[in-house]
């Protein structure tokens, strides 16, 4: 069975930085698109930050300027500067289209999810 594991969440300053990271577990063929959505208590998840095999990124407003997404091959990370208190939220990797093998039919997999706390 695949999983995202995800890692690189923790506690920060305001104004202070963390990088996530993400990858699926054992071997795979490929993931069309993977991102970075996230849900802070008492709200809806939303999306953060995407981004395609072909390179298409997709950032939401909020985190334009501050956030940059990157993929190596079927990893993928979210460098997060400049981060403000309402960055707080439990941040989920997803991957849209992985394909565990070259004819198998493209699902959509989210990981376990990880804290970013960011307050004084």
């Known amino acids: 069975q695949v999983q995202l594991v995800e890692s690189g969440g923790g506690f920060v300053q305001p104004g202070g930085s963390l990088t996530l990271s993400c990858a699926p577990s054992?071997?795979?063929?490929?993931?069309?698109?993977m991102g970075w959505f996230r849900q802070a208590p008492g709200s809806q998840r939303e999306l953060v930050a995407t981004?395609?095999?072909?390179?298409s990124i997709n950032y939401a407003d909020s985190v334009k300027g501050r956030f940059t997404i990157s993929r190596a091959k079927n990893t993928v990370y979210l460098l997060m500067n400049s981060l403000k208190p309402e960055d707080t939220a439990v941040y989920y990797c997803?991957?849209?289209?992985?394909?565990?093998?070259?004819?198998?039919?493209?699902?959509?997999?989210w990981g376990q999810g990880t804290q970013v706390t960011v307050s004084s």
């Open positions: 997803n991957a849209d289209g992985l394909r565990r093998g070259a004819l198998d039919r493209p699902q959509l997999y």
């Open positions: 054992g071997s795979i063929w490929g993931i069309d698109t």
């Open positions: 981004m395609t095999t072909g390179g």
